[in-house]
């Protein structure tokens, strides 16, 4: 068995008063894909920095790819690469001299940078725009190039916060490929993202962080089972119905949508618990207009599990 290539013991924060991490356990596998879920402010951005050797926790234990975060900076930093939000280039470089600079800096000689460069920009489908500046290149060509990038030093370890925002759709999934490729070649991706189709789609197993703890952690489909096997989707006739059906099925919505009527509801998505829902809710037909079923998904993992409105910073 190989050890984990994260592993994170009662790991806790505070900002003065505010306590960003509760004490939170991880224990990430070598070569797979983990997605840390949670509303703005939940800590997923604290957990990334202190992972990275970027902020020091106030009590807890961290590994990553072995070393300890805290006695052996050096070495973690040696072993992972960290890609943010928004791609960190030089866009009055071509895209071949920007990954060269990126080899030099991680001490390979020109020759070892060069050729490495060459290698990542053919494996991100980038050579015919080597030559190009990268203030030409679309969003979609700049992410993969910054992806490439953090491949240079050939870590053990990714850290990719909110890889795909403000990508089009086409793009969002050839980073998505390139993500899953990753993985595929053994490196461990930590991945952050708002997108949960993002990460239902790519995580091997997912956490859900909130108010600083894990409140939830499995695989997609685990998590989706926490909640319901099935939503059904209510529309409603009006306002009035709306609330009056709402208050009816109380800590059963899973979804609202008021500007469209429309209410989410946990059901095991057996025909006679979708007949009981719809007799004790509208025994007159006269409050529901149509109805829907579908499988649980992530977002209703999400909004059932976390607060609305996060108070962490």
Do not use: C
């Amino acid at each position: 068995m190989q050890p984990p290539a994260i592993e994170v013991q009662g790991l806790a924060k505070s900002y003065g008063k505010v306590a960003v991490l509760r004490g939170i356990d991880l224990t990430i596998a070598p070569g797979t894909v983990f997605a840390l879920l949670g509303p703005n402010g939940a800590g997923k951005t604290t957990t990334v920095r202190i992972l990275a050797t970027l902020l020091a926790a106030d009590t807890g234990t961290a590994r990553v790819a072995g070393r300890d975060v805290r006695t052996e900076r050096s070495a973690v930093r040696r072993a992972i690469s960290v890609t943010g939000q928004y791609a960190a280039l030089d866009e009055q470089l071509t895209g071949a001299e920007n990954l060269r600079m990126v080899g030099r800096l991680a001490r390979l000689s020109r020759a070892a940078a060069r050729a490495r460069a060459d290698a990542l920009l053919a494996r991100f489908r980038l050579t015919d725009a080597a030559g190009r500046r990268v203030g030409t290149y679309s969003g979609g060509m700049r992410r993969r190039l910054d992806l490439a990038a953090s491949l240079v030093g050939e870590p053990g370890v990714v850290f990719l916060d909110e890889p795909t925002t403000g990508l089009d759709p086409r793009s969002r999934q050839e980073v998505w490929d390139l993500v899953a490729g990753l993985a595929d070649s053994g490196v461990t991706v930590f991945l952050t993202t708002q997108y949960l189709e993002e990460a239902d789609r790519l995580a091997d197993r997912i956490a859900l962080i909130d108010g600083g703890r894990i409140v939830a952690e499995g695989t997609a489909a685990e998590l989706k089972r926490l909640v319901a096997a099935e939503r059904l989707d209510l529309t409603l006739t009006g306002p009035e119905a709306y609330a009056t059906v709402e208050r009816l099925l109380g800590h059963l919505v899973v979804r609202r949508e008021p500007a469209d009527r429309s209410l989410g509801v946990a059901t095991s998505g057996r025909a006679d618990h979708i007949r009981e829902l719809l007799d004790t809710v509208d025994p007159e037909r006269s409050l529901v207009e149509r109805f829907t079923v579908h499988g649980a998904t992530l977002d209703d993992v999400f909004m059932t599990l976390t607060d609305k409105e996060p108070s962490h910073v």
